[in-house]
């Protein structure tokens, strides 16, 4: 029987890395984020009170019929253990719990500044070609591509809250918290606290020659290179591209790395 996981946290932090690696094991299956938590979330609408449907429905149905759309989705892959990515994952823990009891959540974080930093990079590595991230508006400034990837509802902001939601609710047990910068620094150790976290035998992974690329996809995003991999892990420390002020705006919001700030017991690498 196959063992389902999840991969959440948030963007740029390290989850296509990290997906890389697990791909290097034999018994794992990984990738970057795919269709399956706005297949579920879509699904709930369906069956919800809205549907005139809704009085054929019980929680039970729902159940199995949000099961039978996990088992098609990955029956054509034969490992016996699988990585689902999304960053929409970190609001359905209570919905996971029960639906995959045994299913733990891997949650990819870094400090929100070099977040930014390395979506504006992306944009300005791309001159020529408007991103999805911003409606393909070519104008903007990056005070306003910020600001619309900090909302409530964007790219940042809205993984952080929920983010948030995870380590504070009451599934938290279910969860790990891997930092960009330990990842890069200390491959040998993330892995092994991951590892140690899922049960799972540890495997000799090669952190020299990292390779994955969803070139096709990142194209059509209008953000070429977004979820490329290359090479060797290590940390590369560099300056920010970012204004001072907006640099400051976001520093101390890595509630994860201040003991009095962050709920007690949470799994931290």
């Keep these: 029987m196959r063992q389902l996981h999840f991969i959440s946290g948030l963007p740029r932090s390290g989850s296509t890395l990290l997906s890389a690696l697990l791909a290097q094991n ?10 399956l938590a706005g297949l579920f ?10 549907s005139e449907f809704a009085p054929f429905l019980d929680d039970d149905k729902r159940q199995r019929v949000l099961r039978g759309v996990f088992d098609s989705y990955y029956a054509d892959v034969d490992k016996p253990v699988i990585f689902d990515t999304s960053r929409g994952w970190c609001t359905r823990l209570p ?51 910020l ?22 609710g009451e599934h938290a047990g279910q969860l790990l918290l891997v930092q960009y910068e330990t990842l890069s620094s200390d491959p040998d150790r993330a892995m092994g606290a ?16 990292v390779r ?27 300056v920010t591209l970012l204004p001072p002020d907006l640099f400051q705006r976001f520093a101390h919001d890595a509630f994860w790395r201040d003991p009095a700030r962050r709920p007690a017991g949470l799994r931290i690498v």
């Excluded at 299913?103 to 992306?122: G, H, M, Q, T, Y």
């Excluded at 991951?194 to 020659?209: K, Q, R, V, W």
Aim: net charge negative; glycine share 8%.
């Design 95 to 145: 919905a996971l719990a029960q639906l995959f009891p045994e299913a733990k959540v891997i949650a990819c974080v870094r400090d929100l500044p070099w977040i930014f930093d390395s979506f504006e990079r992306l944009v300005r590595a791309s001159p020529f070609s408007p991103s999805w991230l911003f409606n393909f508006n070519p104008n903007g400034t990056v005070y306003t591509r």
């Design 41 to 50: 979330g879509a699904l709930l609408g369906e069956m919800s009170e809205r």
């Design 212 to 238: 994955y690329e969803a070139d096709a996809f990142d194209r059509r995003l209008g953000t070429p290179n977004l979820h490329r991999v290359r090479g060797a892990v290590k940390a590369q420390p560099r």
């Design 147 to 168: 600001n619309q990837l900090a909302s409530a509802d964007g790219q940042v902001g809205y993984p952080f809250d929920a983010l948030k939601e995870a380590c504070f």
């Design 26 to 35: 034999p018994r794992f299956h990984a990738g970057v984020s795919g269709p």
């Design 194 to 209: 991951i590892y140690d976290f899922l049960g799972e035998t540890p495997y000799a992974h090669d952190f020299d020659d």
